[in-house]
C-alpha cells in the first residue's frame, strides 16, 4: 500500500442483488485512539489483545469513484434477460439500477454550488 495506494473495495448483498465498487487511495492509520473509537467486540474473535493491540492498523479510504448496481427481479427473471443480452449482443434490461459515482472534482464543483445557493439566500 505504501509503494502503490491505489485500491478497489467491492460490497455485496447477493440476497437483495445490490453491488457497489468503491475506487480510491488508501492510507494506513496507527492511532490507537481511533481503533478504540472503531472497535466492536466481534474483532476481539482477530484481534485478541483488543484496539491496543500494537499491530493493529485501521485503513482510511479516500474515494474517487463508485460505481452502484442491482437488479430488481429475481434471480431467474435477471439470469434469462443477462443471458438474452449476451446472445443478441445487446445491452442488460434487468430491470435493475446503475451508475456511477461522483468524482472529486465533480463532488468539489457541486459544494460550491450549495455553498453559493446558501450565501443567496
Known amino acids: ?52 493491540d500494537p499491530d493493529l492498523r485501521a485503513l482510511k479510504l479516500r474515494p474517487q469513484d463508485a460505481y452502484y448496481w442491482d437488479t430488481k427481479e429475481n434471480k431467474v427473471v ?9 446472445l443478441s449482443g445487446g445491452k442488460t434490461g434487468d430491470g435493475g439500477m446503475e451508475g456511477h459515482g461522483i468524482s472529486e472534482q465533480d463532488r468539489s464543483t457541486q459544494l460550491r454550488a450549495v455553498g453559493q445557493d446558501r450565501a443567496k439566500r
Do not use: H
Open 78 to 86: 435477471a439470469m434469462v434477460k443477462v443471458a438474452i443480452a449476451v
Open 1 to 52: 500500500m505504501q509503494r502503490d495506494p491505489r485500491c478497489y473495495l467491492y460490497f455485496a448483498n447477493s440476497s437483495d442483488k445490490e453491488f457497489l465498487s468503491v475506487l480510491g487511495t488508501v492510507e494506513v492509520v496507527n492511532d490507537v485512539q481511533r481503533n478504540k473509537d472503531l472497535w466492536s467486540p466481534w474483532a476481539k474473535a482477530w484481534v485478541p489483545d483488543g484496539p491496543e
